[in-house]
Structure formats: structure tokens, C-alpha cells
């Protein structure tokens, strides 16, 4: 499990090795890192209000609380692995004592991990059409050598039906 793993990094990395390394990184990566840190545990927080929002249970669930709530959550879940049993206990446990019940929780944790896949396919899509000679050729499910043929791609994923000829001249 990751408590293992982490168990075995700290007993063998030494608090000397730690600042070795933190005196070979530049401060602007150090700053980098710690701001990109932030962002990403703002955007998770946010996963949450928006899933309150979404089910309606703001009267219930402060837009504070559930970002706090997410926060904490988050930390069990990122930790200790098996995130739906850590972090989903956590949640429920915040959850509960405003008075939040188990079908509120479910649907408040069912809303978070849609919105948060969703965003990682998103950031994937994203990456693939922005550079996909990165990719290795097994992940890389169709050709896209025009801009056409990107257009065509998004008409057939949302099933909408492609225009007679408005593509042809792109």
C-alpha cells in the first residue's frame, strides 16, 4: 500500500539528502511548484462546491464547508489510496454533522469524480491535438492530418450531423 512505499522512501532518503536536493532547484521552480500545488488543491476544493451546487444541497452544505470538506478529503484520499473508501469517509464524516445524509454524500462524491475525470480527459484531449507526436503510436487512435479531419472527429464524437460541404473548403 502507499503508507509502505512512503515508509520506505523516508527510511532511506535522509533530511541531508531532502536539501541537496531543494539547493539544486532554482527558486523559480521551488515557487513553481508550490503555486502549482495550490492551483491543483483549489481546483479539487472546487470539485466539491460545484457537485453542492449541482444537487442543490447548498442549503444544507456551506460552498465553505464543502471546499474544506474536499480539502480534507483529498489529503485521506491522495494518501492513503483506495480514494472512494478514504476520502468518501472523510467526506461523509464532514458532511454529517450539518446534518448531510448518506445519499447527499453519495451524490455530492458521484458529481466530484465526474467533474474530475472529466477535466482530466479534457487536459488529455488537449494535449493530444496539441502535440500528438508525443503520444505513442498505440494511443494514438486516429490520424488527424487536417483541420477538417479534426472537425469531422468532433461530428461524429457529439453525433451531430456533419454539414454538406462547409468542411470541404476548410
Same mark, same amino acid.
Given at each position: 500500500?502507499?503508507?509502505?512505499?512512503?515508509?520506505?522512501?523516508?527510511?532511506?532518503?535522509?533530511?541531508?539528502?531532502?536539501?541537496?536536493?531543494?539547493?539544486?532547484?532554482?527558486?523559480?521552480?521551488?515557487?513553481?511548484?508550490?503555486?502549482?500545488?495550490?492551483?491543483?488543491?483549489?481546483?479539487?476544493?472546487?470539485?466539491? !462546491?460545484?457537485? *453542492?451546487? =449541482?444537487? #442543490?444541497?447548498?442549503? @444544507?452544505? &456551506?460552498?465553505?464547508?464543502?471546499?474544506? /470538506?474536499?480539502?480534507?478529503?483529498?489529503?485521506?484520499?491522495?494518501?492513503?489510496?483506495?480514494?472512494?473508501?478514504?476520502?468518501?469517509?472523510?467526506?461523509?464524516?464532514?458532511?454529517?454533522?450539518?446534518?448531510?445524509?448518506?445519499?447527499? !454524500?453519495?451524490? *455530492?462524491? =458521484?458529481? #466530484?469524480?465526474?467533474? @474530475?475525470? &472529466?477535466?482530466?480527459?479534457?487536459?488529455? /484531449?488537449?494535449?493530444?491535438?496539441?502535440?500528438?507526436?508525443?503520444?505513442?503510436?498505440?494511443?494514438?487512435?486516429?490520424?488527424?492530418?487536417?483541420?477538417?479531419?479534426?472537425?469531422?472527429?468532433?461530428?461524429?464524437?457529439?453525433?451531430?450531423?456533419?454539414?454538406?460541404?462547409?468542411?470541404?473548403?476548410?
Amino acid at each position: 500500500s502507499a503508507a509502505v512505499v512512503l515508509w520506505g522512501m523516508v527510511t532511506t532518503i535522509s533530511a541531508r539528502d531532502v536539501e541537496i536536493a531543494l539547493d539544486r532547484m532554482s527558486p523559480v521552480a521551488i515557487i513553481a511548484a508550490i503555486v502549482l500545488t495550490l492551483i491543483g488543491h483549489t481546483a479539487l476544493a472546487f470539485y466539491d !462546491v460545484l457537485a *453542492v451546487r =449541482a444537487i #442543490s444541497a447548498s442549503q @444544507m452544505i &456551506s460552498l465553505r464547508r464543502a471546499a474544506v /470538506g474536499s480539502l480534507i478529503a483529498n489529503v485521506f484520499a491522495n494518501s492513503l489510496g483506495l480514494p472512494l473508501l478514504s476520502g468518501g469517509s472523510a467526506r461523509y464524516r464532514v458532511y454529517s454533522m450539518v446534518g448531510a445524509g448518506l445519499s447527499v !454524500v453519495g451524490r *455530492v462524491i =458521484a458529481m #466530484s469524480w465526474v467533474t @474530475m475525470w &472529466s477535466g482530466i480527459i479534457f487536459v488529455l /484531449g488537449l494535449s493530444l491535438i496539441a502535440s500528438p507526436e508525443n503520444f505513442p503510436p498505440e494511443c494514438r487512435v486516429v490520424k488527424i492530418s487536417s483541420r477538417a479531419d479534426f472537425l469531422n472527429l468532433g461530428w461524429v464524437a457529439t453525433g451531430m450531423p456533419r454539414p454538406s460541404s462547409s468542411t470541404e473548403s476548410l
